[in-house]
Nanobody, 124 residues
Framework: QLQLVESGGRLVQAGAPLRLSCAAS????????MGWFRQALVRERAFVAA????????DFAGSVKGRFTISRDNANNTVYLQMNSLKPEDTAVYYC?????????????????WGQGTQVTVSS
């Protein structure tokens, strides 16, 4: 079993950067594909970014491409989502997700481990 805990979410002003962390525990996760999703009020959970280090691929939603990056620190079992030039429309609860191996998928159903989420609020 893999447990995921997100952190780093807070209130920031538009244009500011913010880094979210997703700490994994329970087993080594260095071959897992990791994804980030977000859910705003009265919206469905939506894909943000994913990285498959086994296949060497990353993918980003069009709305965040060029502003967000995904990285991982295997020594600390942590995945990061670096968010730059934040906009009010980035306001949401951000979730990290994992699946053993696999490609960088945009589909929620591709992931079988999920964290509880961290709130990001961007003020204008």
């Amino acid at each position: 079993q893999l447990q995921l805990v997100e952190s780093g979410g807070r209130l920031v002003q538009a244009g500011a950067p913010l880094r979210l962390s997703c700490a994994a525990s329970g087993r080594p996760f260095y071959k897992d594909t990791m994804g980030w999703f977000r859910q705003a009020l009265v919206r469905e959970r939506a894909f943000v970014a994913a990285g498959s280090w086994s296949s060497g691929t990353t993918d980003f939603a069009g709305s965040v491409k060029g502003r967000f990056t995904i990285s991982r620190d295997n020594a600390n079992n942590t995945v990061y989502l670096q968010m730059n030039s934040l906009k009010p429309e980035d306001t949401a609860v951000y979730y990290c997700a994992a699946v053993a191996y696999g490609t960088a998928s945009r589909s929620l159903s591709a992931y079988n481990y999920w964290g509880q989420g961290t709130q990001v609020t961007v003020s204008s």
